[in-house]
């Protein structure tokens, strides 16, 4: 057997070890095991010795490995030894490079947005921007990714860059050196109005509650005596830290969350260890459909305490618990090792993936399975399907067009057309407002543009034809569906007028991202954002807060 193989094998025999536990005894399974992986070397030998083509041994055994993981959960990965790094920055939210998210329009790598205060931000490179080499080699047919990669290395290492600078016709070479890049957990906090404060949480990395607690400090400072904390959106992370997070507004020694799983160091019971930053200052805590894991172990903890309102809309649904393995070559095994059990004593979980359909998909729980529980007032709640908001604000599905312009990158084009004409600035963002007669020159822009896009009334329509048709009935009704599909044919100049209020904001926002980065397109979306404006409503209204905590 040759040595390759082998050190494909080792790894993929420890991975494998996990998928073929059965309701065995001890001896059962350990043959059970080692007969399997004894089958797929000989296979694999086999295939390798055999096959009319050449085989690559690491690509077939990653194959496998992913292929019998996919029959667990989505969670549970092999990190093979070369994708260490990006996990790495998945946990920790560091990397050395130069500080910028790049992205492709058009067929070209374009800069989407340097991070303030990096190396990207200090030479001036801005949205917009064209990447046209790194260190000599040509990169305008790479793929994101593979840029990523270049650009990242050891924090003082150099890179050259080769850039067509926005509305430049000749490139320019800018050296950077790179350094350590923090992706910040609260990429945005500050004052709505004279009392209350927002914080927008992303991640759960490494020193989340620290940049919480900080955010919030410097809120108070500035008069905050009413919170708005924003988990839109957040995917989650570290169980640490969600449980730091709650411990700031929750008392020492309660309960924070339980995990339990088979093997006995995964049944844990996680209290807050320190005193509280702050268990009186009304709290709204916004979360989405994308709100996940740690996420809503924070948010369920604010809502089985009554802590605070929780705004916005069912989050994902995710309570299961990950840890790291290491294996041999510097792999590693991400793996589900419990769930975990908010303080109601609740769990989550949306989907159970140990009951699956005929076709292999896994189930959602069903509404008939799911089983109340009680907050600390007496609130019902209920398990299996994320964290349900106290208040429910329904998110507008876009325009048509709307999407059409964002998908064909004219909003962004536009953006970038607005600020090579506007260098000397366009005032705070929170006050920056498209005039009318800028709309109506983005309007005249778009005219030699093709943004042509079919509307939801449309598609219902020709799938009505398309069904008449196939039941014989497209006779009697033609006329009809003629007159109709004519009537709601979409004209865009009419929806560029219709639908103005919606694509201005989305301009807006894209325009204020070329002067202030992430941090002036927060600002610009409070005043269209629904669910920041329901959490104002709620926290200005003392009664009806009240009221919604006591479950009355």
Known sequence: MNMLLKKIWKPFFLIAAIGFIAAQTPNEKYFDIARNLDIFATLMKEVNSYYVDDINPSKMVKAGIDAMLNTLDPYTNYIPEDEIENYRTMTTGMYGG???VIGKRKDRNIVLMPYNGFPADKAGLKIGDEILEIDGFDVRKKITNDISKLLKGQAGTKVKLSVLKLGKDKPETIEFTR?????ENVPYFGMLENETGYIQLTEFTADASREVKKGIEDLKLKGANKLIFDLRDN???LLNEAVNISNLFIPKDKLVVNTKGKVAEWVKEYKALNAPFDTEIPIVVLISPRSASASEIVSGVIQDYDRGVLV???SYGKGLVQTTRPLSYNSQLKVTTAKYYIPSGRCI???????RNSDGTAKKVADSLRIAFKTTNGRVVYDGGGVSPDVEVKRETPASITSSLVTKDLIFDFASKFYLSHLSGIGPAKEFRLSDSDYQEFINWLKDKEYDYTTKVETSIKELTSAAQKEKYYDEIKDQLEGLKTR???????????????IREVLEQEIVSRFYFEKGIKEASFDDDPEVQEALRILNDKVRYQKILSGK
């Open 98 to 100: 130069i500080g910028a």
């Open 179 to 183: 350094e350590r890049i923090k992706i």
């Open 235 to 237: 995917p989650g992370g």
């Open 312 to 314: 916005g809309q069912k």
């Open 349 to 355: 979980q949306a989907i159970d993936y140990s009951n």
């Open 488 to 502: 709601m044919a979409h004209n865009k100049e009419n929806d560029l007028v219709k639908h103005k209020d919606e």
